[in-house]
């Protein structure tokens, strides 16, 4: 019976582990507003080395020039991490590469569409295709589209088919939607922000009506985050005289929270580009807000698929959970910009300041130049001899932003030319204004438009449309790290070390340490810990330990389980008090560490005390009788847990779309029982992830090895491929 009834509780954990279908993933701190790019350099040398970036995690591989151009690699979107196995989307189609020497193509499932837009790489195999639709003379399309898929990549049957999808209302969507194209993405905190353009034609007024969408998802709902969908919507004059060429989305990280606006081209009837930047208030908040009023029966609110297709419906009156699932529901609202500002890109030959990109300026302007000076700042006027008024030029450019978290809270900004030669590169630190270089390099006829973002080494390059070649420019962000923590937690991934008081480009050592290498602990007390005594614990540091990036949090243990709680550090950081909690006996090393779980790459930084703290837990009774007694309470729980688990089964079928949540536990638990069993796993998960070791909290006494680097570090180089 009770064998019996064991096996029943395995399954039914099991159960709970399969069904969150896909990894809570975290970014990294340069990708954590947007992943651009799947492939970069791993090396300063002439070598075919790739990593390949994924949600959060990456590897580094070996593929032959033989095998994909440089022209290629750099634009496959890769969906997995199997080195013998690699699947990716490149020019809209999904392909294998298998053994690292063959490309395959890979099938769609019958009833799978093309792609025909960009798609969002999650973990396992999934990612979200947001199709491009261009209908302008409304036809019926073959086969039906989709709004939004998530998509699943098979690599071991080559085959990619829909998921979940956001499909049309009815069978004749297609006579009211003339455009729909994703112009960009941001994701940071669980959530996901498509930005999207649409045309859609109104039968009753007669109108066609451009305008832009946002859609957000949330990522901790896995495979169902389509089901979470929450749109707000703009439509403005100008939206519907001018062609919107680009629009994207400019995050601004050194504000808390970040700071969230638009920076969308016009092109106007005569040609000339027009660049405005569109504000929002509280950015973040607008979407659980328009959740919550469609969901209170506001009659301004409905849903985004009837809106597409102008019909005017009320919405229900439901209770609204943030996150919760919807099904096809996508709760739509349309808003007012808070704030619309114009911006100028016109350069000097040189170096141009231009004013930072959140700021309001006056500007004048004649033939030869431009003078803009920022409101309300005491700066003088700053006057450029126009080299390149970009607002005047029809070449074909475009503007791509790339958002940096701690510690560099930089905004990089590429204004890419056809003409290489007339392209800019702009950085923003933090609340300054934006100064922009000419490239000096000659103009290369035949390079994408594209300025693609090197991990590790940090930098920047150009590749070729077809001559296969890279211009890349390597920067030296070491030095930004300005303490021995940071540079290690941070600078990591960059091959930082921290040494002589400043951090700078490992060259030659292999391997780092992480405890004991930039603060120790020099004293602790008392040295025994017993229910008896009194529960607070004093460390004392040789080296202030503060915390000034968001997020970041310190952990003080005796051994993997002893926590010390109620972590209470003096005014400048030296000494620490904690509550010792007692659940492991023994003697114990007391380790120190500053962690951060917000990106995937920072590594924790600790120290380990010499002395060993005593400890005596309570004790467990051992008693032969106590154990029956354990054992009967035991079997009536996993009796009662298995009439649980036999109406969970039913419900799954019923309502497979809630339990892939982590947040909406309670929808597939009613009674207060079930709750709490869930509330029991729930705690089981997270001391597990406390106790196993890991990369990301190393608390041990271990050292991190990486490889030695080939090529001394140059701080800024540019460098030639050719094959
Ligand atoms: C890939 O390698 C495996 C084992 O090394 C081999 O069995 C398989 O045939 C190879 N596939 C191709 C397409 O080369
Ligand atoms: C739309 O119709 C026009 C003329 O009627 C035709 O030239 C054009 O190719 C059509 N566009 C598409 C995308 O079918
Ligand atoms: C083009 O049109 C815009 C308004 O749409 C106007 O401000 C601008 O002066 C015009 N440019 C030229 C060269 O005519
Ligand atoms: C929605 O329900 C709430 C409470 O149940 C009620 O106060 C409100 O009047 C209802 N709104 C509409 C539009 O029915
Ligand atoms: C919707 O209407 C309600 C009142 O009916 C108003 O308070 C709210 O501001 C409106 N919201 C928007 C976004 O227009
Ligand atoms: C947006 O602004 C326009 C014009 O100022 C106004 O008529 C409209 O009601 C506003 N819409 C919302 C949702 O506030
Ligand atoms: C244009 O403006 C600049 C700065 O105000 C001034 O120095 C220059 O003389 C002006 N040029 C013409 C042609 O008016
Ligand atoms: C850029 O290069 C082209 C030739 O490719 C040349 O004609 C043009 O003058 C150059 N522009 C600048 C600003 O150097
Ligand atoms: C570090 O590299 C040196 C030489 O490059 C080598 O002799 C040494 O064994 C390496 N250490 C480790 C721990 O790999
Ligand atoms: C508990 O610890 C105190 C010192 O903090 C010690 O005096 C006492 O003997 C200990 N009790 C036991 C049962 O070990
Ligand atoms: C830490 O604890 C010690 C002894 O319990 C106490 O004297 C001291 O004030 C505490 N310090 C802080 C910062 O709480």
Redesign the pocket.
């Known amino acids: 019976m009770i064998i019996l009834n064991l096996i029943t509780i395995m399954q039914f954990f099991l159960s709970i582990e399969y069904s969150y279908s896909f990894r809570r993933f975290k970014h990294t701190q340069f990708n954590y507003y947007k992943a651009l790019d799947s492939v970069s350099f791993r090396s300063a040398a002439n070598l075919p080395s790739y990593d390949i970036y994924v949600a959060g995690e990456s590897i580094t591989i070996l593929i032959p020039t033989s095998v994909v151009d440089l022209s290629d690699i750099f634009n496959w979107k890769v969906v997995n991490l199997k080195k013998d196995r690699l699947m990716f989307v490149h020019k809209n189609k999904p392909q294998i590469l298998i053994n690292r020497t063959t490309i395959r193509p890979m099938k769609l499932k019958p009833g799978t569409n093309p792609l025909t837009g960009p798609i969002i790489v999650f973990s396992d195999n999934e990612a979200l295709h947001v199709p491009t639709i261009i209908n302008p003379n409304l036809t019926e399309p073959f086969p039906k589209w989709n709004y939004i898929e998530l998509l699943y990549f098979d690599d071991e049957d080559e085959e990619v088919s829909v998921i979940r999808s956001l499909p049309m209302l009815a069978n004749d969507d297609w006579k009211f939607i003339k455009e729909w194209k994703m112009m960009d993405y941001i994701h940071f905190d669980d959530k996901l922000y498509l930005l999207i353009k649409r045309s859609i034609w109104n039968e009753k007024t007669a109108s066609v009506t451009q305008e832009i969408s946002i859609i957000r998802l949330c990522l901790d709902k896995g495979s169902e985050l389509i089901s979470s969908a929450i749109e707000i919507r703009y439509n403005r004059p100008e939206f519907q005289n001018n062609q919107i060429t680009q629009a994207i989305f400019i995050c601004l990280s050194y504000y808390i929270p970040e700071k969230i606006f638009l920076l969308i081209t016009h092109k106007t009837l005569n040609q000339t580009l027009i660049h405005k930047r569109y504000f929002f208030n509280d950015f973040v908040s607008l979407f659980d807000k328009t959740g919550k009023e469609y969901a209170s029966g506001a009659n301004n609110y409905t849903l985004m698929r009837y809106h597409l297709r102008s019909e005017v419906r009320s919405c229900q009156n439901t209770t609204f959970k943030s996150c919760s699932s919807n099904e096809n529901i996508v709760p739509s609202v349309e808003l007012n910009f808070t704030q619309i500002w114009d911006y100028h890109f016109i350069f000097a030959d040189g170096m141009s300041d231009l004013t930072g990109l959140e700021y309001a300026y006056d500007h004048t302007q004649n033939e030869t130049h431009f003078c803009h000076q920022r409101i309300g700042y005491g700066y003088k006027q700053i006057c450029i001899e126009i080299d390149k008024n970009f607002n005047q030029d029809d070449s074909i450019q475009n503007v791509e932003v790339f958002f940096f978290g701690y510690p560099f809270y930089w905004l990089y900004l590429s204004y890419n030319n056809v003409r290489l030669n007339e392209s800019r590169r702009c950085g923003q630190y933090k609340y300054s204004g934006l100064p922009c270089y000419k490239n000096d390099e000659k103009s290369k006829d035949d390079i994408q438009l594209h300025y693609y973002f090197n991990h590790r080494p940090f930098g920047f390059f150009h590749v070729t449309k077809d001559t296969n070649r890279a211009f890349r420019t390597l920067l030296d962000h070491c030095v930004d790290y300005v303490s021995c923590n940071y540079c290690m937690m941070y600078g990591q991934n960059m091959d930082c070390i921290w040494s002589n008081s400043r951090c700078e480009i490992r060259k030659d050592q292999n391997v780092t340490q992480t405890v004991n290498y930039c603060f120790k602990i020099t004293s602790i007390s ?1 040295l ?7 529960e607070t614990l004093t460390i004392e540091l040789d080296k202030p330990l503060e915390l000034k990036v968001p997020k970041d949090y310190y952990v003080i243990k005796a051994g993997p389980h002893n926590h010390c709680t109620n972590i209470k550090p003096n005014h400048n950081g030296l000494i620490f008090n904690c509550s010792m909690r007692l659940s492991e006996s023994g003697k114990f090393k007391i380790s120190v560490s500053l962690q951060n779980d917000r990106y995937a790459d920072a590594i924790s930084m600790s120290a380990l005390s010499a002395e060993k703290v005593d400890i ?1 837990a309570p004790e467990v009774e051992h008693e032969y009788s106590s154990i029956i007694i354990l054992l009967f309470l035991g079997s009536l729980l996993i009796s009662f847990l298995l009439i649980v688990y036999s109406r969970y089964k039913k419900q799954q079928f019923k309502k497979r779309s809630t339990y892939y949540s982590y947040k909406n536990k309670r929808k597939f638990s009613n009674s207060k029982k079930q709750r709490e069993y869930f509330e029991t796993t729930s705690a089981i998960t997270r001391v597990k992830a406390q106790i196993l070791p890991s990369k990301m909290n190393t608390t041990n006494e271990t050292t991190i090895e990486t490889r030695p680097s080939s090529k001394p570090w140059t701080s800024v180089s540019s460098s030639y491929y050719t094959r």
């Open positions: 008392p025994m810990f017993n229910s008896s005594s009194p005596v």
